[in-house]
């Protein structure tokens, strides 16, 4: 059994089978993109499930999601990808009856490195629902485009390359969820989710192998709980 409002420096693989199944509300994941295929590792330590993740043509294992699924109360599920994964996320998801969405976050400021492509201006965040599953927010939440200038501020501040905007996490949460509901990030970097978890009054748990990025999330939910007035800076110490 797992404690919730806490992030673990844990392969995900090895901490999901410490959560109770049936017990998550909402998950939210972006796991590693492939963005190159001939730029994949090979993996060094076949035992290990954090090399298999960037050993798939796919970017991440899909067992992560058939885990998730155990997981979940009921499917209920927003994942960032890019464009080439979104043709086997759709395929996963067909026999499992359920409703999705193609969510977009679109960068005003994308880098120049146009050749003979499209900008690289757009992400993927693709949801899932089982039927049944309810959708609340409001006509601003609900909006599937999300545009914004990428995020060098809290990219330089939390020292994290891939760092989402928290503004439209948030969104996915309050979308999705309601209070005291129990929101998991098993990718969870600088700890994105978790702070909006935190900021949305539901409860959480994240998984992030990365020491270093374990500890930037672990210090940004900190500064968040002493923000809040939920801790003190001696409960820190
Ligand atoms: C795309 S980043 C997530 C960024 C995050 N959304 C944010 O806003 O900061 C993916 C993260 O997953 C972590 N990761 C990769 N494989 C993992 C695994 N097997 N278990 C847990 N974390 C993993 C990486 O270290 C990385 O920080």
Known sequence: MLKTNEIYNMDCMEGLKLLDNKSVDLVIIDPPYLLNLNKVRKPTNMNSYANDLINLKDGFDLKVLDILIQKMKKINIYIYCSKRQV?????????????????????????????????????????????????????????????SLTNKIDKQKYKHPTIKPLELIERHIINSSMEGDLVLDCFCGSGTTLVGAINQNRRYIGFEINKEYYEIAKKRIEEVLIKKGEKTEKDTI
Do not use: A, Q
Not at 92 to 115: A, G, M, Q, R, V
């Open 87 to 147: 043709k086997s996320l759709l395929n996963y998801f067909s026999d499992k009856n359920c409703n999705h969405e193609i969510l977009t976050w679109h960068k005003l400021n994308p880098s120049p490195l146009i050749n003979n492509n499209y900008l690289p201006d757009t992400e993927y965040i693709l949801f899932f629902r089982e039927r049944g599953v309810r959708l609340y927010g409001n006509y601003h939440t609900k909006r599937k485009y999300y545009l």
